[in-house]
């Protein structure tokens, strides 16, 4: 077991571009979460996935980000037209149905 | 209103010390499930210990104990005979029964271990 793994773990982007973060979560887990923190905050929920199926999203995701997970195992977190606002620290985790998470190591983004 | 509440933004404690993080919370949904975690400078999240809120007795996990007082809405975590490596931020988050057991966070509090 791997844990879950996130990339990559640096991202630096010029604003207006398009970025993409991968995620794969420890591979019996059906659930997977994405969440943004931001300096000196704690972890905010973006979306959720059980299995292939996007179930819930946050207002918090504009319709500049999209999130995917084609198979049920891993998933893709994409911002479009990358905003200074947009940098974060993106982190995933998965659980086994409602058992607790178990989070990536984040990849961090600096848009600028 | 905040969900969660973590009042102390940074603690100091001495090497082989107890030491108790504050946290409280505020919902209505009669379950729903409380947990802490370590976020050393690292980044990555570690999960420590969870409170149901159905449970009749407190959490422990070797040091960490989760300090549950449900009629005050507290879930306090106390760590026992700390160690240099505990230094870290430390998130209490909240899981309601309804939510698609996403967590919400608070804003953490930054222990540091002195020697």
């Known amino acids: 077991d791997t844990g879950v793994s996130q990339d990559p773990r640096h991202k630096i982007t010029k604003r207006g571009q398009n970025v993409t973060f991968r995620c794969d979560p420890i591979s019996e887990h059906n659930r997977l979460y994405w969440y943004r923190q931001t300096l000196g905050q704690g972890p905010e929920f973006l979306t959720y996935f059980q299995n292939e199926a996007q179930l819930e999203k946050s207002r918090l995701l504009s319709d500049r980000f999209s999130a995917e997970r084609p198979k049920g195992s891993f998933s893709t977190l994409e911002i479009q037209r990358t905003e200074q606002g947009d940098s974060a620290m993106y982190l995933c985790?998965?659980?086994?149905?409602?058992?607790?998470?178990?989070f990536g190591p984040g990849t961090r983004l600096t848009v600028l | 209103a905040q969900k969660i509440t973590q009042t102390q933004p940074g603690m100091f404690v001495q090497e082989k010390e107890a030491v108790t993080l504050d946290c409280t919370y505020d919902t209505s949904d009669p379950s729903y499930g409380l947990f802490w975690y370590k976020q050393p400078s690292s980044g990555e999240m570690i999960f420590l210990i969870y409170?149901?809120?159905?449970?009749?007795q407190n959490a422990t996990e070797g040091r960490y104990s989760l300090n549950f007082q449900k009629a005050r809405k507290s879930a306090n975590l106390v760590i026992s005979a700390s160690q240099l490596g505990d230094s870290a931020m430390y998130f209490c988050a909240m899981r309601e029964g309804g939510s698609n057991y996403k967590l919400t966070f608070g804003k953490g509090t930054l222990l540091t271990v002195n020697p």
């Open positions: 985790a998965s659980s086994l149905g409602g058992d607790e998470q178990f």
């Open positions: 409170q149901g809120s159905y449970d009749q």
